[in-house]
């Protein structure tokens, strides 16, 4: 069946990049997508990848996708303390274009 | 109202009790969306609607109910609660197509 797979802490200091990992199973995804969810609060999009791009940037954020590893990534660029959230990977397929999520990476920020 | 609006934010209720968890959406999207967030599991689908009148069961649908009359609203009914459904609830909605989902601020539920 479908599955994504994060690991659940990262660490890295400030004025540092992040790099927070992602790889799912279902090859007939056709979005991907990362999500951040600040303490107390909902998810939040913060982008996506249709599954025929290799890369996106936007801003201080760069997703890579490789299709054939099925692997997702997600470069946060200068961390600020600002960026200590809960980033959750998700994958939509075409079949029925329900969400299946990873359980999410913790990144805490150091000053 | 702007995107989505659970409510309440948070509640503590006797086991064995029923509870209607309330979501709305005023941006007219098909979709409607209800998960659980559970610490080291993520975000677990409960149950969902492609569009009004129609309804589906996600992964973790067992002590849940929903139902969608209209394409604003979304309510997740807990018939019987149990501590097992102790958890954060979440809706969130979607166009058909790409975008992603608009997710509400939660439902913060302790079942004692």
């Known amino acids: 069946g479908e599955d994504v797979e994060q690991s659940l802490f990262l660490s890295v200091r400030e004025g540092d990049s992040s790099v927070i990992n992602c790889t799912y199973t279902?090859?007939?995804?056709?979005?991907l997508y990362w999500y951040k969810q600040e303490p107390g609060a909902g998810l939040q999009l913060l982008t996506y990848?249709?599954?025929?791009?290799d890369m996106k940037q936007d801003q201080r954020l760069t997703v890579l996708l490789n299709k054939k590893d099925k692997h997702l990534s997600l470069r946060i660029a200068d961390t600020q303390t600002g960026d200590s959230a809960i980033y959750f990977c998700?994958?939509?397929?075409?079949?029925?274009?329900?969400?299946?999520f990873g359980q999410g990476t913790e990144l805490s920020v150091k000053p | 109202i702007a995107g989505i609006t659970q409510a309440p934010t948070s509640q503590i209720l006797a086991a064995g009790r029923r509870m209607t968890l309330r979501c709305t959406q005023d941006?007219?999207?098909?979709?409607m969306y209800w998960y659980r967030q559970d610490l080291g599991l993520g975000l677990r689908l409960i149950h969902y609607?492609?569009?009004?009148?129609?309804?589906g069961k996600g992964e973790v649908p067992d002590g849940y109910s929903v139902s969608r009359a209209n394409t604003d609203d979304f309510p997740l009914t807990l018939a019987s609660a149990v501590p097992s459904q102790t958890s954060v609830y979440f809706c969130?909605?979607?166009?058909?197509?790409?975008?992603?989902?608009?997710f509400g601020s939660g439902t913060r539920l302790t079942v004692v």
């Open positions: 969130a909605s979607s166009e058909t197509a790409q975008g992603g989902y608009t």
């Open positions: 279902d090859s007939s995804s056709t979005y």
């Open positions: 990848i249709f599954s025929n791009m």
């Open positions: 998700a994958e939509r397929n075409n079949q029925g274009g329900k969400l299946i």
């Open positions: 941006m007219r999207h098909n979709a």
């Open positions: 609607s492609n569009t009004a009148g129609t309804t």
